[in-house]
């Protein structure tokens, strides 16, 4: 029980609760999630966006400890292994495997009937706005919101080319205005930095990034996603040399990191003009050098630094 008077009024409110898209940072939001129930706040409503329509989907259906325990677990290895690769498609990924073991973990709700109300925002391709998921299958709803392009395929649903939320609301305050609460929370994965010397990301080698354990995809797989990242010249071509000043070597690790900088310089940007136009009650700012978006292992320490956040900003806003 509380025994400050502003620790007591403020515990019990009713909070909407805006989770931002970020990859792997999106974990973060497990611990934002934790802080708030052990202060005493009543979630009555979320938004979310790529990882934060996941995590807000899972937690509204009840189901957020038993994935938190399950995604805790996960090595690199296993993170590889929930990848269906393909090269045939307008994407990386078909996500079938992961939406799959989701499914299986949480069960599929239909959104309208879980307890609490839930938007996941998508992006429609062809008229290119927003989608708001506030009907329908949950797990159609959280595959269209987290398909980030080239990484995973398109999600069709009604015969929408949907992707990922994050192109237009990386931070969806907006689809909280429904919401019955006495003050929106907002969780931005993409927090300013510190200014700090950051050591270069280690390559992982590609014994850990291609275990013949996992079949990810049809066989040849491992030859043709070499191929796909290789430089200009084929898959056995000499890489050029790396300057010293770049993030990793040639290949997979600086492609992937590429898009990561890219995803998140386009989400900083965009949450920026949000929170302008649509201010929050309350801001959580997770930094954006936390995790690179596919660090999915790292669920403990992300999960950590979500409510270590969560709780200085509470302290501050109280």
């Given at each position: 029980?509380a025994?400050?008077?502003?620790?007591?009024?403020?515990?019990?409110?009713?909070?909407?609760?805006?989770?931002?898209?970020?990859?792997?940072?999106?974990?973060?939001?497990?611990?934002?999630?934790?802080?708030?129930?052990?202060?005493?706040?009543?979630?009555?409503?979320?938004?979310?966006?790529?990882?934060g329509?996941?995590v807000?989907?899972?937690?509204?259906?009840?189901?957020?400890?038993?994935?938190?325990?399950?995604?805790?677990?996960?090595?690199?290895?296993?993170?590889?292994?929930?990848?269906?690769?393909?090269?045939?498609a307008?994407?990386?990924?078909?996500?079938?495997?992961?939406?799959?073991?989701?499914?299986?973990?949480?069960?599929?709700?239909?959104?309208?009937?879980?307890?609490?109300?839930f938007?996941?925002?998508?992006?429609?391709?062809?008229?290119?706005?927003?989608?708001?998921?506030?009907?329908?299958?949950?797990?159609?709803?959280?595959?269209?919101?987290?398909?980030?392009?080239?990484?995973?395929?398109?999600?069709?649903?009604?015969?929408?080319?949907?992707?990922?939320?994050?192109?237009?609301?990386?931070?969806?305050?907006?689809?909280?205005?429904?919401?019955?609460?006495?003050?929106?929370?907002?969780v931005?994965?993409?927090?300013?930095?510190?200014?700090?010397?950051?050591?270069?990301?280690?390559?992982?080698?590609?014994?850990?990034?291609?275990?013949?354990?996992?079949?990810?995809?049809?066989?040849?797989?491992?030859?043709?996603?070499?191929?796909?990242?290789?430089?200009?010249?084929?898959?056995?071509?000499?890489?050029?040399?790396?300057?010293a000043?770049?993030?990793?070597?040639?290949?997979?690790?600086?492609?992937?990191?590429?898009?990561?900088?890219?995803?998140?310089?386009?989400?900083?940007?965009?949450?920026?003009?949000?929170?302008?136009?649509?201010?929050?009650?309350?801001?959580?700012?997770?930094?954006?050098?936390?995790a690179?978006?596919?660090?999915?292992?790292?669920?403990?320490?992300?999960?950590?630094?979500?409510r270590?956040?969560?709780?200085?900003?509470?302290?501050?806003?109280?």
């Open positions: 029980m025994t400050d008077p502003a620790a007591g009024a403020q515990a019990g409110k009713r909070v909407a609760l805006v989770l931002g898209a970020g990859g792997a940072r999106g974990l973060a939001h497990i611990g934002v999630i934790e802080a708030l129930l052990d202060r005493g706040f009543e979630i009555t409503a979320i938004a979310g966006s790529s990882m329509a996941l807000g989907g899972i937690h509204a259906a009840g189901k957020l400890e038993a994935y938190r325990d399950w995604v805790e677990r996960l090595v690199r290895n296993d993170v590889l292994r929930l990848l269906d690769v393909t090269l045939g307008p994407g990386f990924i078909r996500g079938e495997r992961v939406i799959g073991t989701l499914r299986e973990m949480v069960g599929d709700h239909a959104i309208e009937a879980l307890p609490m109300p938007v996941a925002v998508a992006t429609d391709l062809a008229t290119q706005r927003e989608v708001w998921f506030q009907r329908g299958s949950l797990f159609d709803a959280i595959r269209a919101s987290i398909a980030i392009p080239l990484v995973f395929t398109p999600h069709e649903v009604q015969g929408r080319e949907l992707v990922d939320g994050g192109l237009l609301a990386p931070l969806p305050v907006a689809a909280t205005r429904a919401f019955h609460c006495d003050a929106v929370i907002a931005d994965l993409n927090g300013r930095a510190p200014r700090l010397p950051v050591a270069a990301p280690v390559a992982l080698p590609e014994s850990e990034m291609f275990n013949d354990d996992a079949p990810l995809a049809e066989p040849g797989w491992k030859a043709r996603v070499a191929a796909w990242f290789a430089p200009a010249g084929g898959a056995g071509a000499a890489r050029p040399p790396v300057a000043s770049a993030p990793g070597p040639g290949g997979i690790s600086a492609a992937l990191d590429l898009l990561s900088r890219s995803m998140d310089t386009m989400h900083s940007q965009i949450t920026r003009l949000q929170l302008a136009q649509d201010p929050p009650d309350l801001l959580i700012r997770i930094p954006r050098d936390s690179s978006f596919y660090e999915f292992w790292r669920a403990k320490e992300l999960r950590d630094r979500g270590e956040a969560a709780e200085a900003a509470l302290e501050a806003w109280r």
